[in-house]
């Protein structure tokens, strides 16, 4: 489990803080996305999840340790994959593997198991003997998980890891997910594309400018993406603004009219069509137009909007 | 502290580290074996060095001159072409009066001898020659002269000098030649010439182990001397007198008795070298570490830690059980302790070439000063490294700033800082000058080893030029106290420093 608790991260006093007292929860068998656009915070936020950086105030609790102040002990729950892995270019992956084990109390035979069994199930053990330097992207990556997992830790930092995936990958990064949440861990995803999250997280948690603004359950997720509705009248006038306030804010254009911020589920749209022939106007069309999931984040989380 | 300790284990037996270790002693026993390999004191090999170790007579006007050729070892030289010549003098009336030479040229047959003879009844005063060959062609700077005692007939010469001796029917050299499976220590060839056939008489051979300038010579009774052994019946010997290490440096009087007790002949010999090894090993080692040790500390500092940090590969480690501040501690330790390792061999075994070549071995003080001295100065700029990679984010800054540091901490350091005093308008010839241009220079670890050293001393050597000015250590405020204090602080300030801005610095 996964505690953040008021966390906040000055780099420079410059600056706005790169993340502002953020709180948030992961449990285990969870898994919880991460969405904000880029320079949100969500690597700050998970860099000092994982010990690399310093909160500036505010804590974080890994399996109940305090990650500054018990760094080791909380530090063996906690396995991180990078947004962009950085090794030892020289380095071999066994070697490198056994290495990090031995932080966890892990001798060399069982380690040596491990990092075969690791490198078999990512895909890297054709490659085990070229140094790292020589891994593309995509195996790079690949490593990092298999080195976040060698300490068998409760709980996984993964930043950014599906984005730039091909199809493929994407489905199989999400079923390894899926069963890391079966195993009953608790994972943290980052991503700055809100539908990527969509079919893989329980909850988001939505960053803007270091500020964390929603979380949403996946049951939500549905439903969310509020709809607009446009009406062509024939004879349309001011009071019709009166009329239709009450489904959301009305914009009036001659005699094109604008419902947006629909806040009626789309199939009691009729309600529309009811008040307005009550008040004696003739309706010429009726569209609604939803918003994706995407566009929702967009609006939630752009600038200036 | 486990993951401390299994970091810095890791460290240690890490490629690095042993191709630092490899490195240093490699680099060290090449240069000891460049110095001592060249170090001998003529300057010339023993064996294409000849001595000419002559014998002169004279019976009723029958002259009758030996000479014998030996190389450095005290094996016999032939064919080497000797000049010399016999002189007398006469007085006669006006211009007449002068010298008459006699020269006396030849070569030595195979077992290093010529022999010459002539009959003359003018009186022969002198036999002169020279007395060292190199490659067979004459290297003494002048000539040596045997000298008739008297002008009497049958008188007998005599080399005024030690190691010679000559009776009325034979003669008798000592002369220290170089040992040659042990090129410190001193043989004595004994070479008996008598005037005819005939062999050396029984004679005792006594030895006395002296300090320099602390004996008498000759000593003419056995009394105060160590008897080795008797020899007879030869004419040519070689004697390796039962010496031992703690006879280093000391001076050996070696003396034939003969069967009555009688002083014959004697000569001094130094049977190690004059040369003391901690000297020796100091001076050829100080310009190559000059470069070697602050290159070694900046370099592992920036291999082991600065590199990493910079570049983020650190950050796949201290996402591990471990902290920031261990992960730098354990780097930094595994680096000192390489430093330590590493001058720990390669001093051990300059110190054996040294003492196969010289036969002069440190003493554990001088060796314990080298080492503390050059470890503390490797890790002082490894430790300045660490503190910098706390600051500067970028690889190329802190290798920029590594180089920098060598050329202005190591090379031009102590320049800068005689500017420095310079424009202080300090007064070296003063105490108070020579202390403040010690903390200058004590400003950088390069200076660290000349401090150790010059505490080890107890003077103050070839410092801006002060040669064999008589400053002791202590007066200038290098003692036991601030040498430990220095050296300390160079340990531990720069990496305590790093390890603190570690712990609380992203
Ligand atoms: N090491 C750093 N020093 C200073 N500012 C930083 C540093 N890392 C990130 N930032 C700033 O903090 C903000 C959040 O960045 P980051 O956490 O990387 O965002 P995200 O991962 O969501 O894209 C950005 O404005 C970024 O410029
Ligand atoms: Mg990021």
Known sequence: ?305 | MRDFLYDLRRTLSGKFTITMIALIVLFTVAIAFAAASTSSSSGASPSSTAYLLPAVFDNNGTYKVVDYAIDGYGHPVPNLKIVSYMTYAYSGTGSSSGEVQRYVNGTTDANGYFNYSFTSSASFQDYSYNNEYIDGINASSSLISIVNVSSAQNSYFTLRSEGFSEGSNYAIWLYPVDNQSNRAEQNIVLHYVPYSNSTLPTMGVYYNVTNPGGFSFPISSTTNMTYFKTISGMNNALITLPLNRSDNNRFVVVELFNSTGVYVVGTVGHFYSTVSASSFIEGFLQIPYEFLIPILGIFSAYFYYGKDKASGVLESIITRPVTKGRVMASRFTGGAVSFLAGILIALALADLIVLKYTGSALSTSSFFSILVGYTVEAIGFSGIIYLVSQFVKSQGGILGIGIALFFLMSLFWADLMDVILFELHANLAARSGLVESIILDSISPSYYPTLVLTYHTGYLFSLLGLVGSNVTAASVGITLVSVAIIGIVWVVVPSLASFFLARSRD
Not at chain 1, 103 to 115: H, L, M, N
């Open chain 1, 1 to 305: 489990m996964i505690q953040i608790q008021g966390l906040t991260k000055i780099y420079r006093k410059s600056q706005p803080p790169a993340v502002k007292n953020v709180t948030l929860e992961i449990n285990q068998g969870e898994i919880m996305g991460f969405a904000g656009l880029n320079g949100a915070g969500k690597s700050t936020t998970i860099r000092i999840v994982s010990g690399i950086i310093f909160p500036t105030s505010g804590k974080v609790l890994v399996n109940g340790h305090d990650i500054v102040r018990e760094k080791v002990e909380a530090s063996k729950h906690i396995g991180w994959v990078p947004e962009l892995p950085n090794f030892e270019p020289n380095g071999k992956a066994i070697p490198l593997l056994k290495y990090y084990a031995g932080f966890y109390g892990i001798g060399p035979r069982e380690a040596e198991e491990k990092a075969e069994m690791l490198l078999k199930k990512f895909n890297v053990w054709e490659a085990r003997k070229r140094p790292l330097k020589d891994y593309s992207q995509g195996m790079k990556k690949r490593f990092s998980i298999a080195a976040a997992m060698i300490g068998d830790p409760d709980n996984f930092l993964f930043d950014e890891t599906l984005n730039g995936l091909d199809p493929e990958g994407v489905k199989n990064m999400r079923d390894f997910m899926l069963s890391l949440k079966k195993d009953g861990k608790a994972v943290f995803l980052s991503s700055h594309i809100l539908s990527e999250l969509e079919n893989v997280a329980d909850r988001i948690a939505i960053i803007r400018r270091g500020e964390l603004i929603k979380v949403i359950d996946r049951s939500e997720l549905g439903s969310l993406g509020k709809s607009s509705v446009k009406i062509t009248l024939h004879n349309s006038d001011s009071k019709v603004s009166g009329i239709l306030e009450e489904f959301g804010s009305v914009e009036i254009n001659g005699n094109v009219v604008y419902i947006r911020d629909l806040n009626i589920p789309q199939a009691e749209n009729y309600r529309i069509t009811e008040a307005l022939f009550g008040a004696g106007y003739r309706v010429i069309s009726i569209t609604t137009e939803s918003e994706g999931l995407e566009e929702y984040f967009l609006q939630l989380v752009g600038e200036g909007k």
